[in-house]
């Protein structure tokens, strides 16, 4: 860890640019497993966090293993497990380190994902001669992402070529769709919001960008500037959710929003979406877990249980730093067909594991 003159200097700086994310000491890119854990490991229950630390958690499921990345801040790590309970002893790897020139720094919030065979691993970071965020991808063709060659394609060339971070991608029958945080003009203005693309390719984006989400109610704009971020597509039925995280990392306030449209509207159209106006998921300030948000969704190979995996605090007044967990819990579906995620789950309670394990 930083010393504390040296914290306080880099969150003023990354206050002014954008929101605050973890930072970690680089790895040497070997396989290992992480030093900590789940506090209690028994046959039938586990108990939060998965790891102890793990800010901006994704996962997938691929051929019979789930694969999960995180912000570490300075590389792209991926674990690879078939029972997400026990992702403390699942194989990882950093399957990538910016090079030494252009210099890079702030990488923040990683995301797999898999389109037409292949892999793209997303991520933001500042990469020089830009002093602000953009997002970009890299491309493996190998069957295992911890395996193969990770070959960059560059910046996500997105309209307006604005400050960007926390890209996530969907393929839907209508078309591959990209959706962001970002900012509205050049400087942030006191807001981040949510954008989105219909995209030509999984680096290109396809006509201009339209503003789907940006901070209106107040449980939205608690700390400066105003957030939405980290959103996050999930498909059920004929009804497409994509949940976000309001307000700034820095307070206990974050929480998740939602936004929501039928999967066959027109979903460059604003009007085919609806806002939620009430969180769906937090905020919470007990029992271990504040700050919550930032999260990803995985189903069990079975198909019968839907997750929600997301990062929190332990303790209050923690903020965008490394002690942001990743948590997991099981979520289900209300009686109009949309997601039900309950109450942050406290880290003394132990849950069940999913179905499989």
């Known amino acids: 860890m930083k010393n504390s003159s040296l914290v306080v200097g880099w969150l003023i700086l990354s206050l002014l640019v954008g929101p605050v994310a973890c930072r970690k000491t680089p790895s040497s890119g070997s396989v290992v497993g992480p030093a900590s854990g789940p506090i209690v490991d028994t046959a039938t229950r586990f108990q939060n966090p998965l790891l102890g630390s793990g800010p901006d958690p994704w996962v997938i499921y691929q051929d019979g293993f789930y694969y999960v990345t995180h912000t570490t801040g300075n590389n792209l790590r991926l674990y690879k497990t078939a029972k997400m309970s026990r992702l403390a002893t699942a194989q990882s790897k950093v399957v990538w380190s910016p090079p030494a020139s252009p210099a890079t720094r702030d990488i923040w919030a990683p995301e797999l994902h898999r389109v037409n065979g292949k892999w793209y691993l997303y991520y ?38 604005r400050w960007a971070i926390d890209g996530t991608l969907i393929q839907l029958q209508s078309g591959l769709y990209f959706a962001w945080s970002g900012w509205e003009n050049a400087s942030a203005n006191g807001k981040q919001n949510i954008y989105l693309s219909r995209m030509k390719d999984p680096w290109t984006a396809e006509g201009p960008r339209l503003r789907l989400s940006t901070p209106e109610y107040d449980w939205e704009k608690q700390g400066s500037p105003y957030v939405n971020e980290g959103p996050e597509f999930l498909l059920h039925d004929n009804r497409l959710f994509l949940v976000y995280s309001a307000s700034h990392c820095s307070t206990d306030a974050y929480a998740l929003g939602m936004l929501t449209a039928d999967v066959n509207a027109d979903l460059m159209n604003a009007a085919s979406w609806t806002k939620s106006a009430q969180p769906v998921f937090g905020p919470s300030a ?72």
């Open 124 to 161: 933001a970071a500042v990469v020089a001669p830009a002093s602000t965020h953009r997002m970009w991808v890299l491309e493996n063709e190998a069957a295992d992402p911890l395996t193969g060659t990770w070959i960059p394609k560059g910046q996500v060339q997105l309209a307006d070529d």
């Open 286 to 357: 007990a029992n271990g877990t504040y700050g919550v948000g930032h999260n990803g969704f995985f189903t069990t190979p079975d198909g019968t249980e839907n997750w929600l995996i997301y990062h929190a605090n332990p303790q209050a007044g923690q903020g965008c730093g490394d002690r942001r967990s990743p948590r997991m819990q099981r979520f289900t579906w209300k009686a109009d067909g949309s997601p039900d995620f309950g109450k942050p789950a406290p880290l003394t309670e132990l849950l069940k594991r999913p179905s499989g394990e």
